[in-house]
């Protein structure tokens, strides 16, 4: 029978009800959540109150403003920053490698042993890394166009025939 103090060691242990691949995403979640926190404080510290009280003035509720008003707004100050956590946190992930989790830094060191080509191996995995870092900001960048909103709206000429003068 197993005990969950002879799962401390997991490294050693393959028959402990949680695996390495669980206490990795774990680690790297709890990691990853203060900074994710962080910029949805700051992103919520950015919304004018001046809106919300006139949202409360027209009579919406808390969480039609919340809705219309507050997470819009929220959301495209934040998208930068949430971008920026996401790219680190798939550049972090080969800190896995600790909780004995082989992903792909992991197994370019392993790789790299066997045929002595470490060079080869690691310029392949920055490659890599970078069209991965890349994809992911190209799509960051899309959703921010899709979310900005126009500095300028066109202005309409109305005739004085159709004003009536």
Do not use: H
């Not at 995403?25 to 910029?39: G, H, P, V």
């Amino acid at each position: 029978m197993i005990k969950p103090q002879d799962c401390f060691f997991v490294y050693t242990n393959s028959d402990c009800f949680l695996n390495n691949f669980v206490y990795a995403i774990i680690a790297l979640s709890i990691n990853e959540s203060a900074y994710i926190a962080e910029i949805f404080r700051g992103a919520l510290a950015s919304v004018n109150v001046g809106q919300i009280e006139a949202a409360s003035a027209i009579g919406m509720t808390y969480f039609q403003t919340f809705r219309r008003i507050i997470f819009p707004e929220m959301l495209s100050v934040a998208l930068p920053g949430l971008g920026n956590s996401f790219i680190g946190l798939i550049k972090g992930t080969s800190l896995a490698f600790v909780c004995a989790v082989v992903e792909m830094t992991a197994q370019g060191k392993i790789i790299g042993g066997r045929t002595y080509r470490y060079f080869e191996v690691y310029v392949s995995l920055a490659i890599i890394y970078w069209v991965i870092t890349f994809v992911i900001e190209q799509g960051i960048r899309l959703i921010e166009k899709k979310m900005q909103i126009p500095d300028q709206v066109a202005k309409v000429e109305i005739s004085e025939d159709e004003r009536g003068v």
